[in-house]
């Protein structure tokens, strides 16, 4: 079984316009959005699979793969294989099914 509440495993776009100086707001892919010129977002499978969906030159959108690992009840540790990256942390510091709050 997986240490991340189910309601963790989807689709999660960045809603920029929520944001504040202390956190990020995500919401489900399905919420309607404000028109933007791309958004970037990510999703945690429940296999421990990620993808990172970043913003395309053309404004739409690519998928890179990766994986997560729960680091604490709060945190994942995601890399991407073959980026030249290191691990980042999500700090998750609240979540329903509609809204994800994450640490910047």
Request: net charge negative.
């Amino acid at each position: 079984m997986s240490p991340l509440p189910p309601s963790l495993f989807k689709t999660w776009v960045h809603s920029h316009e929520e944001d504040t100086s202390e956190y990020r707001v995500y919401r489900p892919s399905t919420y309607a959005f404000p028109p933007s010129r791309g958004r970037s977002g990510f999703e945690l499978r429940p296999d421990g699979s990620f993808v990172r969906i970043d913003i395309a030159p053309t404004d739409g959108s690519r998928a890179v793969e990766g994986r997560w690992e729960a680091v604490a009840p709060d945190q994942v540790q995601v890399s991407i294989p073959g980026s030249g990256t290191p691990p980042t942390t999500i700090a998750i510091l609240s979540h329903d099914e509609e809204t994800l709050r994450v640490r910047r």
